[in-house]
């Protein structure tokens, strides 16, 4: 892309998309001017879209791949991932404002989520980081991607993180919520205040057969359970919630979420095959793509920080944001901030 091109798309979406999403969003235009300070966009209190539509499939590596794809076929590419116990519907605001500013927009369900399914039953559920990351590999190369913007929140923030460090040549820009979450195994077998502790209550319970089953039993009370109290102060209606509770049908749905959350405590293994891949991780390779990291002031599982805790894994250009009003779905409570700071690390 060249730069006038470039240019000319972000001055397109200052102008028009942003225009838009500030009128849909009530915002005041001023805030969109704040480029690396704390933005006072708040909270979306309704969905602006009502879904994505029909969703296509396509076999990528050891899946058929469930995902959402708008924009023209030659924008340039952003891969949108979202995290649990959420789905694609986390983005169903901000592909319209990428789609405006020129970009084609790819949002893929996860292994064990939505219409994504194995292409083989004597497939491991293995939910460990570094298999999710390869999952998006496999679908940018079916896709015939070969680079993207990639942007993401929780498990679709890790394995955004985990692209950029170990396949820069396949992520043009990032943009992370909550900042550098690469998993190290040992790192995470110390013990946290109790305060933080608690906050990550249900990876115990799910170290636990009790907890399997009782996620199993009562997957959408449960997941509407973590909807509020990751996002305190958002107000999402039944409505959106159900539209991405469906997505927690997927029959892989509970191994996949069980296996990542042991597997992090190191109370399930990972497979030999991505040892070599998962001993990189663990060392906290470094970043250098251009990056922006945001923080929700109201998530409720990660207090929003000035970002210099993890600074030192950033050596490209990076910006860090604090979203004000926005919980852990960051992406759908504030898609206009979510899509400004994609554009704007596409600029970098």
Same mark, same amino acid.
């Given at each position: 892309?060249?730069?006038?091109?470039?240019?000319?798309?972000?001055?397109?979406?200052?102008?028009?998309?942003?225009?838009?999403?500030? $009128?849909?969003?009530?915002?005041?235009?001023?805030?969109?001017?704040?480029?690396?300070?704390?933005?006072?966009?708040?909270?979306?209190?309704?969905? %602006?879209?009502?879904?994505?539509? $029909?969703? /296509?499939?396509?076999?990528?590596?050891?899946?058929?791949?469930?995902?959402?794809?708008?924009? +023209?076929?030659?924008?340039?590419?952003?891969? %949108?991932?979202?995290?649990?116990?959420?789905?694609?519907?986390?983005?169903?605001?901000?592909?319209?404002? %990428?789609? $405006?500013?020129?970009?084609?927009?790819?949002?893929?369900?996860?292994?064990?989520?939505?219409? &994504?399914?194995?292409?083989?039953?004597? #497939?491991?559920?293995?939910?460990?980081? $570094?298999?999710?990351?390869?999952?998006? !590999?496999?679908?940018?190369?079916?896709?015939?991607?070969?680079?993207?913007?990639?942007?993401?929140?929780?498990?679709?923030?890790? #394995?955004?993180?985990?692209?950029?460090?170990?396949?820069?040549?396949?992520?043009?820009?990032?943009?992370?919520?909550?900042?550098?979450?690469?998993?190290?195994?040992?790192?995470?077998?110390?013990?946290?205040?109790? =305060?933080?502790?608690?906050?990550?209550?249900?990876?115990?319970?799910?170290?636990?057969? /009790?907890?399997?089953?009782?996620?199993?039993?009562?997957?959408?009370?449960?997941? /509407?359970?973590?909807?509020?109290?990751?996002?305190?102060?958002?107000?999402?209606?039944?409505?959106?919630?159900?539209?991405?509770?469906? +997505?927690?049908?997927?029959?892989?749905?509970?191994?996949?979420?069980?296996?990542?959350?042991?597997?992090?405590?190191?109370?399930?293994?990972?497979?030999?095959?991505?040892?070599?891949?998962?001993?990189?991780?663990? +060392?906290?390779?470094? !970043?250098?793509?251009? #990056?922006? #990291?945001?923080?929700?002031?109201?998530?409720?599982?990660?207090?929003?920080?000035?970002?210099?805790?993890?600074? =030192? =894994?950033?050596?490209?250009? /990076? &910006?860090?944001?604090?979203?004000?009003?926005?919980g852990h779905n960051l992406p759908l409570e504030a898609p206009a901030a979510f899509a400004k700071a994609v554009v704007d690390v596409?600029?970098?």
């Open positions: 892309m060249s730069d006038e091109t470039s240019l000319n798309r972000r001055g397109f979406f200052g102008a028009a998309a942003l225009a838009i999403a500030a $009128s849909q969003l009530n915002l005041a235009g001023s805030a969109f001017a704040q480029s690396t300070s704390a933005l006072d966009i708040p909270a979306a209190g309704a969905p %602006l879209q009502a879904s994505f539509g $029909s969703l /296509r499939q396509i076999e990528a590596g050891l899946l058929n791949v469930g995902y959402a794809e708008t924009g +023209s076929a030659d924008g340039p590419a952003v891969v %949108l991932l979202h995290g649990w116990p959420y789905d694609i519907h986390s983005f169903v605001d901000v592909a319209p404002l %990428l789609v $405006s500013a020129g970009y084609r927009v790819i949002v893929p369900h996860l292994r064990g989520h939505g219409t &994504t399914r194995f292409l083989s039953d004597a #497939t491991a559920r293995n939910a460990q980081q $570094s298999v999710v990351a390869l999952d998006v !590999i496999a679908l940018m190369d079916a896709l015939k991607i070969e680079k993207a913007i990639i942007a993401g929140f929780d498990w679709g923030a890790r #394995t955004a993180n985990i692209i950029a460090a170990l396949w820069p040549d396949r992520c043009k820009a990032m943009v992370s919520v909550n900042g550098y979450l690469i998993n190290n195994l040992e790192r995470n077998k110390l013990p946290l205040p109790p =305060k933080a502790e608690h906050g990550w209550w249900y990876q115990y319970y799910f170290a636990t057969e /009790r907890g399997q089953s009782g996620y199993d039993a009562n997957r959408e009370e449960f997941a /509407r359970l973590i909807w509020a109290s990751n996002s305190p102060a958002w107000q999402f209606n039944d409505a959106t919630f159900a539209r991405s509770a469906a +997505s927690f049908d997927n029959p892989d749905h509970v191994s996949i979420v069980i296996h990542n959350y042991r597997w992090r405590l190191s109370l399930a293994p990972g497979e030999a095959q991505y040892d070599d891949l998962e001993a990189r991780l663990a +060392s906290g390779p470094v !970043i250098d793509v251009p #990056t922006i #990291t945001l923080d929700g002031d109201a998530d409720g599982v990660v207090p929003a920080s000035d970002g210099s805790s993890y600074a =030192k =894994k950033f050596t490209g250009r /990076r &910006t860090h944001r604090i979203v004000k009003g926005a596409d600029g970098f």
